[in-house]
């Protein structure tokens, strides 16, 4: 294994591109940031209380976000941005956190599944075989935005999946941030698969880079460099302190990308990250050292936070944070 700088000193601010956690938009988006603004009139005019409650409470300073915040709710789409922030216990929203449904597509998840089971319950009394298969796109929709709970491996030599799916690609790649060679591995995600995307590894973000793009099939090789997409730059938080990426891509369907982490923030193996509703494709870059195991092959399904895509060898790591020690003493 090759000697490594360590790289999560390197912190870069988050780009001027990226204002949100959501930075290609979206119409449910803009439905939530709309009903946002009634809502914070109501809370000044109607509950004083709450609201000087909640700013007594909070922690940190001004969020950059375009609006006022009154409440955790203000903050959903800003979080990557730095600022305000609520513990647990004075939080009154924490609650969603625990629903069996991806917190951030609750708002898809009543809008489009509310809509469609209210179309459904219409069509059922006016000519009930054509409510059959909208209740089944319901069904579906409810389905894709499920969160599942994953059983996350403890070994700190092994690397999880980002995503669930199927691997549609393994391939040696030369890439600028990682700096030597290293291994891509593809994961297709169906409408059909969970959408959540956990974190590889104990890793700390460094950096972050958006790209406006195309909507192509993920399944298309050109997929992956013409669509939107957004890359997060890891580095691990133990020694060897080596560069990991993983890049959400976004699909012919799946046209939202949600990334909720910013630069300077250290994740766990298996936590969440962000997620790409409706279809998609994700990529996981790491390091090819010596060692280096793939455990996975082409076509096998996977899941974020508990499949092993790959092992790294004890003695080689060893050997690295050796090298990193006499590189950084301190």
Same mark, same amino acid.
């Given at each position: ?10 912190? /870069? ?29 109501? %809370? ?95 069904? %579906? ?29 393994? /391939? ?46 993920? %399944? ?93 060898? %004890? ?10 020690? /006499?590189?950084?003493?301190?």
């Amino acid at each position: 294994m090759e000697e490594t700088e360590d790289l999560s000193a390197r912190v /870069e601010p988050l780009p001027a591109d990226i204002k949100d956690i959501q930075p290609g938009g979206g119409a449910c988006m803009r439905i939530e940031l709309a009903w946002g603004r009634w809502r914070r009139w109501y %809370l000044k005019t109607f509950r004083r209380g709450y609201v000087a409650k909640m700013q007594q409470t909070r922690e940190g300073t001004a969020n950059d976000c375009p609006h006022e915040v009154l409440d955790p709710r203000d903050v959903k789409f800003y979080r990557n941005q730095g600022g305000y922030t609520w513990s647990p216990e004075n939080d009154p929203f924490t609650w969603r956190d625990r629903l069996p449904f991806a917190r951030a597509g609750l708002a898809e998840l009543l809008i489009l599944g509310g809509s469609i089971f209210a179309l459904t319950a219409a069509l059922a009394f006016l000519f009930w075989p054509l409510a059959i298969p909208l209740a089944v796109v319901g069904i %579906l929709v409810v389905w894709f935005f499920r969160d599942p709970k994953r059983q996350v491996p403890t070994d700190p030599l092994c690397v999880v999946s980002p995503a669930d799916g199927h691997i549609s690609s393994i /391939e040696e790649v030369d890439d600028e941030f990682i700096g030597r060679p290293a291994v891509l591995i593809g994961i297709f995600l169906s409408i059909f698969d969970v959408h959540i995307n956990r974190m590889p590894m104990d890793a700390k973000v460094v950096g972050l880079r958006y790209r406006r793009g195309k909507f192509l099939n993920a %399944l298309r090789p050109e997929s992956a460099r013409e669509n939107e997409q957004m890359e997060i730059r890891l580095v691990r938080n133990s020694a060897p302190h080596y560069p990991i990426i993983v890049r959400q891509i976004a699909g012919a369907i799946a046209r939202r990308i949600v990334c909720w982490v910013g630069p300077g923030e250290t994740l766990n193996r298996g936590d969440q990250f962000g997620m790409i509703k409706l279809g998609s494709r994700t990529e996981l870059i790491v390091p090819k050292e010596d060692g280096l195991e793939i455990l996975v092959s082409m076509g096998q399904k996977v899941e974020a936070g508990s499949t092993i895509l790959a092992q790294y060898s %004890l003695a080689q790591e060893e050997k690295a944070a050796e090298a990193d020690t /006499e590189q950084d003493p301190h």
